[in-house]
């Protein structure tokens, strides 16, 4: 009180704060009103700030939007985040100032790079709707996550309400979502399938985002996450499983190389299959549990269930190969999963007919690996059947 009452601003501004939570004194907005304004008008950015806001809830003063917005605009001056926010919000709703939706992005923006996690959430419903800019979901939803990961509920209810359009910005690379996806569904320790999905979110971001910020936030995510230490095999083995799902039913197609014929540009399946048939794509190796010997030479996924190709190459150069399907999706309760295993084979040729016949539609499955021998002999076969298929779209299949 002696340092403020020989005029320091700033013992004024923490005498502001004292009176306004009842903190070593008695609540009074009186007091803290008159502290406010001799911090304020000796400079202090805070008492500004808290003063503007006083005038604009109106208390112990008169509710004052102008005087409001006057002092807000003190405090940004010297570069308090939370003053951006306010005066951000007073365009946003008119208060004080015309609406200006441009105006108020503006300030929000500034609040946000300094570190005020509120405005991360208000920027968001702007870019929702298109408040001051074009609408843009997916930069919503990273700054909906920006201010959830802050702690702001606001966000999190928000994010919790549109997890299927998170879902799909993840499947577009976005690092954050995935880990938001993992972290969410983990966390959700007596739900076994939310931990199930929350694996299979990071199976995904293991698999997809390589580069190295995705590599070090994978591996913060794990060390730092109870929840996922909590995840047991048999939620790992169903997070396995939700994965193949969603590499067959939610992968955005590649767009198509430059040169490619016409008849397949703008078909996606094709580019699924030139994407893992490019010798550049990366190799793998996997064996058979029942025939160790053998190594997957095509996977295969699907909704549910996939369908393998093993290979085994000979002393002589020659290969010999089997085929294993599995379902686990049964159309009655408590039915057994489907599996079905052909028989061995020894031309490439006859590995092809039999995956014709343990599943004629296998062409369509997302394909999420071929050995790098095959790479070209499967593409030109994928290719050849598309073309087919197109042409008897186009003639009828009689002819």
């Known amino acids: 009180m002696k340092q403020a009452s020989a005029g320091d601003a700033r013992a004024a501004c923490l005498l502001g704060d004292a009176s306004r939570a009842g903190d070593g004194m008695e609540q009074s907005w009186e007091h803290a009103f008159r502290w406010y304004t001799l911090g304020a008008r000796g400079g202090d950015a805070e008492a500004q700030n808290n003063l503007g806001t ?25 570069g ?33 790079e300094g570190g005020y996690n509120l405005a991360d959430y208000d920027l968001g419903i702007m870019h929702l709707h298109g408040e001051g800019c074009t609408p843009d979901l997916a930069s919503a939803l990273r700054l ?39 972290d969410f569904y983990s ?89 893992v048939c490019d010798l550049k794509a ?7 549990e029942k025939r160790p010997n053998f190594e997957r030479v095509l996977e295969l996924c699907a909704e549910g269930g996939g369908l393998d190709l093993f290979g085994s190459r ?18 009655m309760e408590d039915d057994p999963a489907i599996r079905r295993t052909s028989g061995l084979v020894h031309s490439w040729d006859a590995a092809i007919a039999s995956l014709d016949k343990t599943c004629n539609h296998w062409i369509s499955l997302y394909p999420c690996y071929v ?18 298929k197109r ?4 003639y009828g299949e009689n002819e």
């Open 391 to 394: 042409l008897a779209g186009m």
């Open 314 to 331: 000979g002393s002589d150069g020659s290969w010999s190969f089997w085929s294993d399907l599995n379902d686990w999706t049964p159309t």
């Open 144 to 182: 909906f996550m920006k201010g959830a990961v802050g702690g702001d509920d606001r966000a999190i209810k928000t994010l919790l309400e549109k997890v299927p359009e998170l879902e799909e910005l993840a499947i577009e690379g976005d690092i954050d979502a995935c880990i938001f996806l993992a």
């Open 187 to 275: 966390g959700h320790l007596n739900n076994p399938d939310f931990r199930a999905r929350g694996w299979a979110w990071f199976l995904w971001a293991e698999a997809h985002l390589v580069s190295s910020e995705a590599a070090g936030k994978l591996a913060e995510f794990l060390e730092d996450k109870e929840s996922m230490e909590s995840t047991t095999q048999a939620d790992k083995e169903m997070g396995q499983k939700l994965f193949k799902a969603m590499m067959h039913e939610k992968a955005i197609a590649v767009p198509p190389e430059p040169g490619t014929s016409d008849v397949l540009e703008n078909n996606g399946t094709a580019a699924r299959w030139r994407r």
């Open 80 to 112: 308090i985040s939370v003053a951006h926010y306010n005066l951000g919000m007073r365009y946003i709703h008119g208060q004080g100032v015309p609406a200006d939706y441009v105006v108020a992005m503006r300030w929000l923006e500034k609040s946000a």
């Open 282 to 288: 990366p190799i793998e190796q996997h064996f058979s």
């Open 371 to 388: 050995h790098p021998e095959f790479r070209m002999q499967m593409l030109a076969i994928i290719e050849r059947r598309l073309i087919v």
């Open 54 to 78: 006083l005038y604009l809830e109106g208390f112990y003063c008169p509710e004052d939007h102008e005087q409001a917005v006057y002092w807000y605009r003190k405090s940004p001056a010297q």
